[in-house]
Nanobody, 121 residues
Framework: VQLAESGGGLVQAGDSLRLSCTAS????????MGWFRQAPGKEREIVAS???????????DSVKGRFSISRDIPRSDKNVIYLQMNSLKPDDTAVYYC????????????WGQGTQVTVSS
């Protein structure tokens, strides 16, 4: 499976961005998909996730009420998740990664290459 992110960019504080992640390739059973981010000098952290069965979501405290994760399944070999980011802050500046956890895996085991989000003050 291949994961490809898009939608990053340079915005001002208070602006919005929507990131997209397309999972393509042979259909695979997923437990969840999520968004992570890594800022310079910091460890990678989870931002939001969505369970594939049932659609329940999780958000890091730092983004609750501002970010929203959603999914679209146009066909079995192409799944898409989104991260709508509102009221962006300079602290949201990071490389954002899309990830997927396949059935049987104990952690996220497929990763995209990342997309840069820069929020200026």
């Amino acid at each position: 499976v291949q994961l490809a992110e898009s939608g990053g960019g340079l915005v001002q504080a208070g602006d919005s961005l929507r990131l997209s992640c397309t999972a393509s390739g042979r259909p695979f059973s997923k437990v969840a998909m999520g968004w992570f981010r890594q800022a310079p000098g910091k460890e990678r952290e989870i931002v939001a996730s969505i369970r594939w069965s049932g659609g329940s979501t999780y958000y890091a405290d730092s983004v609750k009420g501002r970010f929203s994760i959603s999914r679209d399944i146009p066909r079995s070999d192409k799944n898409v998740i989104y991260l709508q980011m509102n009221s962006l802050k300079p602290d949201d500046t990071a490389v954002y990664y899309c990830a997927a956890q396949s059935v049987g895996a104990h952690q996220y085991d497929s990763w995209g290459q990342g997309t840069q989000v820069t929020v200026s003050s």
